[in-house]
Structures are given as C-alpha cells and as structure tokens.
C-alpha cells in the first residue's frame, strides 16, 4: 500500500498530521486516505494532496478570522430567509478576491436524471434566487481526488449526504458537471444563504462545509455551459 511504504519515509510525518488537520473539515480527511491508500500513488501525488489540504485549512481559517466564530454562528442560526448581506459582514476586499478565483470558469454538478427530468434549455430551479458553483479550478481538484466517488463529492460541495447517489425509486444515480466559462456575465456573487439550496450545512463567506470555495450565479441559458458526464 502507498501508505505504509512512505510512513519510514520523509512524507510519513507529514501525512499523518495532514490527515489529521484535514479532519477538521468534512469530506477533506477522506480525500487524503483515499489518495495516500490507493496503490501506485507516488509521492508527489499525496503530497499535492496534502497541499491542496493546506490550502483548503487556510482558506477556512481566514473566514473565520474575518467574520469571528460566534458572528459566524449567529448568522447560521438565524436561519434561511434571516441571513445578512454578506457585504454587511466581509471586507469589500475579501468578496472581491475571492469572486476572482472564478474568472477562468465557474462548475458544479447536478445528478444526470435531474437535467433529464427538467430539460437543458434553462438550468436552475426557477423558484431560487441563484445557482450554487465552485471555481472549475476546484472542481477539477475535487474529481482528481475522489476519482468521480459520489459520496466524497457530496461531502467536498456541501451536499447533503446521500441526495446525489440514489434517485427517489432508489436507483444509482450519474453525475453530470456543468461548466460556465464567463460566470460574471450571470451575476457572480457571493450566497447569503438564503437560497433554496443552502441546506444545514452552508456557511457564510463563500466556503463549503467539505472548504471548497463557492458562490452563486443566475439561472443559465442553453449557450452559456457545456456539460460532461463525470459518473456511470
């Protein structure tokens, strides 16, 4: 097993605390002993792991530094249809930088049957103020490192577990991933958490509970995306 052989090795320390710290975050610890388990993965590739980890730990410790841990709290608990503005909240500074990890292309995923179901001319529920993304630079990451397993998807994104890998008559369900080149040409903005699909787990500032960075957009035209299925 990878693992065991890079314990005697100079990564081995590192490895352990980095799953360790990963832990914190839902979905992250499981990232990494997927790809530090997995046979034939070389050093590097669990200490991109690693990094990508780092990145995402920082990233959710500088939200909760700007916004304080009991406002972070209180915002959440006051419930969907409560939430502030976030610029109420965040420095202008922060949203920008962070909306501009999003100008080389927005992504998310959305089970194969549901774009069946619904149709492709519009996607988005039009009873929502907004459709949730991450950057295509983080969905790319997210897809290396869970090899397309619906379960550590739902808990890199935030879903809740369980929504995505079965339909409602119980059968295993595909993912299809969205991709927006020019999200700003559709309102980029940061979520407030009042949207119909900010479930028990959203958190304010722009990261996932799984601490992949995150936004919302208008509902998308036929000519704005290009699809790819990413599971069968």
Do not use: C
Not at 60 to 73: A, P, R, S
Not at 81 to 105: Q, W
């Amino acid at each position: 097993m990878a693992f065991v052989s890079l314990v005697t090795g100079g990564i081995g320390s590192k490895l352990f605390k980095g799953v360790a710290a990963a832990s914190k975050i839902k979905g992250v610890g499981g990232l990494i002993k997927r790809i530090s388990g997995k046979a034939g993965n070389s050093v590097y590739e669990i200490d991109r792991a690693l990094r990508n980890a780092e990145e995402v730990l920082r990233s959710t410790d500088e939200v909760k530094h700007l916004i304080g841990e009991k406002l972070l709290d209180n915002i959440v608990k006051k419930g969907r249809g409560n939430r502030p503005d976030p610029e109420t909240y965040l420095p202008r500074a922060y949203i920008e930088g962070h909306l501009a990890k999003f100008d080389e292309g927005a992504s998310y995923q959305v089970p194969t049957d549901v774009l069946d179901e619904f149709g492709r001319d519009v996607l988005g529920d039009p009873r929502d103020v907004g459709v949730f993304v991450t950057s295509s630079k983080d969905m790319d990451r997210i897809l290396a490192e869970t090899g397309g397993d619906i379960s550590l998807i739902e808990e890199a994104l935030g879903i809740t577990p369980g929504s995505w890998r079965f339909n409602q008559i119980g059968q295993p369900r595909t993912l299809t991933r969205i991709n927006i080149a020019d999200p700003r040409a559709l309102k980029l903005r940061m979520a407030t958490g009042n949207e119909l699909k900010a479930n028990a787990r959203w958190l304010p500032g722009g990261m996932t509970s799984g601490g992949r960075i995150e936004a919302i957009i208008d509902r998308i035209p036929k000519g704005k995306y290009t699809e790819h299925l990413v599971s069968n």
